[in-house]
């Protein structure tokens, strides 16, 4: 149970109600994860600024999509891995790359597995991934602003990551069909 609300233009903080309502002009409609961040105008104002910069980064909308993922996976989220996952069927991703990612399993594709791998490793060593994941991941055709870009993926998805689980946020309807529980892997 949350003892957060997940608001409205009507019922958001005065500082949020802009926001929100660029929100549901761009998506049609207020995901209940920004409905959810509108409880502090800067959170929500952070989320989206730092969407919009990753979406313009060097990154395909497929490695974009890759960064998010993986980000979700690895910090066990499952409301952003069911609306990524619904993203990148819009997106026409290939299907195959999004079921490996949340089976937890390795990407067919050699340079996608590369950033797949890099990501996990970001996330779960907390950043400190190491020179010799960096070298990995420059040699499979990344750069060094790849490296950093993957930095910034991260951090968005922390952002959104963390608010659902304090907050419980509940999938919208557009995600039902793409329900994700993190599989258990073997050691």
Avoid at 10 to 17: F, G, H, I, N
Avoid at 110 to 124: C, I
Wanted: proline letters at 3%; aromatic letters at 8%; glycine letters at 6%.
């Amino acid at each position: 149970m949350s003892i957060f609300t997940t608001h409205t233009v009507e019922t958001a903080p005065e500082a949020s109600k802009p926001q929100l309502a660029g929100v549901q002009a761009a998506w049609g409609m207020i995901p209940n994860l920004q409905a959810n961040m509108a409880e502090s105008p800067e959170l929500l104002a952070g989320y989206s600024a730092l969407w919009d910069l990753f979406s313009k980064t060097s990154l395909s909308t497929t490695e974009q999509q890759v960064v998010y993922l993986t980000v979700n996976f690895e910090n066990e989220c499952h409301y952003c891995m069911a609306g990524h996952t619904m993203l990148a069927r819009m997106q026409k991703i290939d299907p195959e790359i999004v079921a490996a990612i949340r089976r937890g399993t390795a990407i067919a594709d050699a340079r996608l597995e590369a950033l797949h791998s890099f990501v996990g490793r970001v996330v779960r060593e907390r950043g400190f991934a190491g020179d010799d994941a960096v070298a990995a991941f420059l040699a499979a055709g990344f750069t060094r602003q790849n490296v950093l870009e993957v930095v910034l993926g991260v951090g968005v998805k922390t952002l959104s990551n963390y608010t659902n689980h304090i907050v419980h946020t509940e999938l919208d309807g557009f995600m039902k069909g793409a329900e994700w529980t993190k599989p258990a892997i073997a050691a």
